[in-house]
């Protein structure tokens, strides 16, 4: 970033921090991604249904899983479902319940995806160690905001001048 006034002014910014860092990366991930056409959203479904031992999730759990709303998750299915990589089905047990699982072709992909993070890696600063206290690192933050910043929550500025 050039040194002006602007990024001076961003440089203390946690949260400019983390979303540069966040587009740098999905910018890595779409360049290796582009061989099986699918975008990073794509991919962690892929991967996050692959990791689940072929059990499936339905799209409640898929959706806590991965932090997104039905409104970003159910296009995001239709279009996987339509290239044959997932499958949606009704449970049995209550219809109301839609059960996303890998097909045959999906977990296929997802054994050809299995490179996508090591070449990810390779990119990324030598030092494996300190990549794995930043993921963790990350991890913790997330949690943590996930337990204090629901609805209601006040901000230090509120806080002070209510």
Partial sequence: MPDSGASRALDPLLCFAVYSLERRITRLYADLLAPWGL????????????????????????????????????????????????????????????VVTLTDAGRALHEELGDVQRCLAERMPPDEQAAVELRDQLRRANDFLAGHAGPGATTRHEETTA
């Fill in 39 to 98: 975008s990073y959203l794509q991919y962690v479904v892929v991967t996050a249904l692959g990791g689940n031992a072929g059990a499936g999730l339905t799209v409640g759990e898929l959706g806590a899983v991965l932090d997104l709303d039905s409104g970003t998750l159910s296009p995001l299915l239709k279009r996987l479902e339509a290239r044959d990589v997932v499958r949606r089905t009704r449970s049995t047990a209550d219809e109301r319940v839609v």
